[in-house]
Structure formats: C-alpha cells, structure tokens
C-alpha cells in the first residue's frame, strides 16, 4: 500500500486493467523507478511518470519515420518539483520479468503494444496514438526494436531513449534473452540468415517475404534489411577466401576467378537499378481465379545500388571477340544454392543484353555500399538491369557462353506467361519464351486498401511507385480518387527526398524506379474513395485497366490498374 500511495501517476492513468496487462504499467513504471537506481549499468534511472501536460507535448518516434520531439525543460522542471513532496521509499530489489512469449501477446491496441530493447520491455500502448509515423509503430508489437530502429538512424540519439524509458515496464527473461536465433540441425534451412521481423512471409523454407507497402515507400534506395526476398532453395554458406567463379564456352577455355580477382582485376562499377519478381501482385490474380505460386502483394520489388564488375569485362578477359555472336546466343548463370539432388537454380539471359556496353549487366559484390547481404547473393551475384528478377541469380558460382538457353526449370518450365485460356491440362512450356524484360508497373503502397480519412482533412495524399523493364523510363503516373472518371497527374521523384533530383538517364538505362506522390481533394458528396493509378514510359506502353484479360495460370506479369479503396469519415 505504501508503494501504490507513494506512485502518484497512478491516479492519473485512472483504474488499473488487470485483465489486460500482467501488469499495468503505471504499477510497474512505478516499480522500476524505485529499483532501477541500485541495478546494473543497463538499468537506467527513470524519472517519475509524466501527468496529461507531458503526454500533449510528447511525440517523437519508436519504430517508424518521423522526427523526434523534445520535450520541455519547463515541463520536466514543473514535474520535479511536484515529486519533492515524495518521501523516500525503500528500493524494489528486482523488476518485473516477462517471458518473449508474454510480450508477443501484446501486439495491437486491445491487448496492448509491448516492445522489447536491450533485454527492457516497454508497455508503448498509450504512445502510440502521438506517434507522428502513425500506425508504423505497430510493426514492432510484440518484438523487438532494434532491428526497426536500425532502418531509422534518428533514434540513435539519448533523449529518444529518455523518452522509452518512461514506458518500461520490467525486463526480458534471461532465458529469452540468451536464446539462439538459429538452431543447427539437419534442416538444410537451418543455416539461414535471421530477417527482419516487418517483413511479410509469403514461405519460410524457402524464405520469401516482402516489405510492408507503407515502407517500402519511404526511401529512394530500399534497406538492404527489407529489400524484399525471393529465395528457391536454401541459402548457401559460401567462404569468401575459397570462392571460385568459373566461366567457360569460349575460346581461352575455362577461367577461373577468385573474390580477390573481381575485386582488383576489373574495373569497379555501380548502378542503381530496381529488382521485380515476375509473381510481384500475383494476390490481384488469385481474387480472380486461383493461380500456382506465392501469394505475393505489391511490393515484391526494390531498389539498390549495385557494385561489382561488368559481364562484359569479363566475358573479354575470358577470350570473347564478336565472332562469338555467329555461333553464341546465350550467357547461362548457375548458382551455388542447390536443393537435396545437388541441383542447382540457373537461368540465362541473351548473349547481346550480356555483351552490351549499355545493357550494365553485373557481377556484383556490394549491395547499397556494403558487401552482399547473405539473402541476396553473398559473396557475387548477377544483376541484370530491367530483366525479371528471376534471370539475377545469386550465389553466382559459374558463367556459361552457349548457343542454348539454360536447361534449368526456372528457365524452361516456370516464369512465362500464357493465354487467360491456357489451364494446368493445356499449358505447354515450351510454346512461350522465358520473361526477360517485364512491362510497364505502378502500384499506391499509401494509403491502404481499407484506410480511413477524416473528412476534415479535406484532402488525401497518394504515395506509390513505378517502374518500366528494358530500361524505359516512367515518364509520367496518373491518379484517380473516383476510381478513373477523373485524374491528375502525380509527382515524381528518381532520388531521396533531401537529394537534389537525378539527372534523367540515357535513352535506355533507366534501370531505377520512380516514386510518386499526389494530394488530391476530397470529393464533397463521397462516402467511400476508389483510387487507382496507372503509369506511363517513354515508349508509350500504359498499364491495362483490369487484371481479368491479362490473368495466366502462374500469376506473373499482374500489372494492371491498382486499385485501393478508402473510406470517408464524416466530423
């Protein structure tokens, strides 16, 4: 009882819900408060919880984009000076504990949000209405922090910790805290990178998974770390050191070359361009008629900067000279990932996109300035800018000039588009070419399908992207709010928001997409908005308005109008 009248913000977060919460967190921030000040060096003194002043003038960012407020000295001075009527109470010896399993049942605003940093827990359900990066925040629910934070370097900073520390509520068990991320075992999955947790699975073995849309968005260069994946067999675990490329088919016979090679033998080159898998909205094709293949959304694409060193360079060093085109019509790509028959996933690409000296095809061993991710082909990987994602094999371990495509299923029996008409009874594989370059696509990733505005707003802000294959750039995106009676004209963007804007590439080498934006009024007499977006490149080609005469049986090239519809809340 002592404790509960000593913890004067007790009455001013009103009634405690047990039912809710293990332990409400005005108890609980109370508790730490008493014992932190004896604890270790990660247990951080905390100040008593602030009143109803405090909370309108806090905002600041936990999880998602934003800037960070400071609060108030006056605010926290007036606060001290209502605490030096507290007497001194003797300390709590240890916090509360909860397990990971008691933290992940806390993950929307009905069971409360609870968060995880450095082995604290945090009850951040009453911040998360003032969070100016909205119901981002949510992404971390029931998880940790740190790998959120990571994507957001804002929050390195002592009063965004001054400002968590309020919301804590006890530590992480030991036990949780010192659990392995991985277990080894025969599972040839076992040995698999750990992912960020915003990514949305679409399998785990093989790992797919792509970013939230409202994320993906956000920056120009996608984060190596939400970047979406798109894996066929178990990561490989390659040693840079022992790494040997092979490359043969031509008249030098077979090279071999080292990491160490590529790196100081060939000239280094970098290139932004934007990965798409062919299965990118296959989920639009599925509410149409069922397809085969993951389930994915819209944002099953990204884009990086890639560095590395030219195909073509290579192929030279090889022995390649023009005569080769009379007899040579493909570059073959294997890669080191391999499934329990030791077959490994392949593709190929044409012999003149590989030759190319605009087509920049890579070999690449830096993703965003850093070495290659395990996910996306570590230690070289191919990347072969406006082609299908699917001919950009990672885990590159060998390099093949032929006058025939790559036999390997990926190549042969999969990514290729057929006839709405064409079922699993009819399909023929070998009647259609292997997708290469892909078509012109957009997509909103803001606001959701489902959203709600205020009709106070008066008006609605549409974010999305765009991207055209074969190196043709987006040259224009049009938006509608009244699913496309009437439209406007969005605004592009080809670099981050704090950049000057990129210079427009060569005719050709628009490897890289765009983002978009457009704020639009609301329709007065409106209950409910449809917005679509349908974009344009250089050569004229525009999306086709409805998925229905572009459906196939494997659910690849869904590119037609995205549509999200919102709803109006009246005042």
Known sequence: MLLLRRCRSLTRFGPLNTQRNPVAPAVASCAVRLWSSGGSEDQRSYRPTHGPRW?????????????????GLHHHQAEQSDSTSLQTIEKIS????????EVNSHRSLEDGVWVTYKGGVYDITEFVAMHPGGEKILLAAGGALEPFWALYAVHNQEHVLEILSEYKVGELSAEDQKKQQTVKSSDPYSSDPVRHPALRINSLKPFNAEPPPEI???????????????????????????????VEGLSEGVLMLSLKDLKTRFQKHTVTATLQ?????????????????????????????????????????????????QWARHVQFEGLDKDVTGTTYGASIPLNKAISEDGDVL??????????????????????????GARNVK???????????????????????FSPGTDWDTVDFKSAPAIQELPIQSAITMPADGAVVDRSDEEVTVKGYAWSGGGREVVRVDVS?????????????????????????????????????????????AQEL????????????????????????????????????????ED
């Not at 240890?94 to 399993?101: A, D, H, L, R, S």
């Not at 909205?281 to 085969?292: A, F, I, P």
């Not at 670099?495 to 007065?524: F, H, I, R």
Request: aromatic share 10%; glycine share 8%; charged share 20%.
């Open 55 to 71: 909370r309108h003038a806090l905002a600041g960012l936990l999880a998602g984009t934003g800037a960070v407020l400071a609060y």
């Open 94 to 101: 240890t916090p509360p504990i909860f397990t990971q399993e």
């Open 216 to 246: 993906l968005s956000d920056s120009y260069i996608t984060p190596s770390a939400i970047f979406f994946k798109r894996n066929h067999l178990p990561v490989p675990q390659v040693d840079p050191d022992s790494y040997q490329l092979q």
């Open 277 to 325: 898998c062919a299965g990118n909205r296959r989920s639009e094709m599925n509410k149409v008629k069922q397809v085969k293949g993951l389930n994915w959304g819209i944002a099953a694409i990204s884009n990086a900067t890639w560095s590395g060193v030219r195909l073509r360079d290579v192929l030279m060093a090889a022995g390649y000279y023009p005569d080769v085109s």
């Open 363 to 388: 070999l690449a061993y830096e993703m965003n300035g850093e070495d290659l991710p395990p996910d996306h082909g570590y230690p070289v990987r191919v990347i072969v800018p406006g082609t299908v």
């Open 395 to 417: 885990w590159l371990g060998k390099i093949i000039v032929s006058a025939e495509e790559s036999s390997s299923h990926w190549q042969q029996n999969d990514y290729k588009g």
């Open 481 to 525: 709010v009244d699913g496309g009676k009437t439209w406007q004209v969005a605004q592009l963007r080809s670099s981050e928001k704090e950049q000057a804007p990129a210079p427009s590439p060569a005719p050709g080498q628009a490897w890289a997409w765009k983002l978009w934006e457009v704020t639009a009024p609301l329709p007065p007499e």
């Open 530 to 569: 449809e917005i679509v977006c349908k974009a344009v490149d250089n050569s004229y080609n525009m999306q086709p308005d409805t998925v229905s005469p572009i459906w196939n049986l494997r659910g690849v090239l869904s590119n037609a109008w995205h549509r999200v519809k919102v709803k109006i809340r």
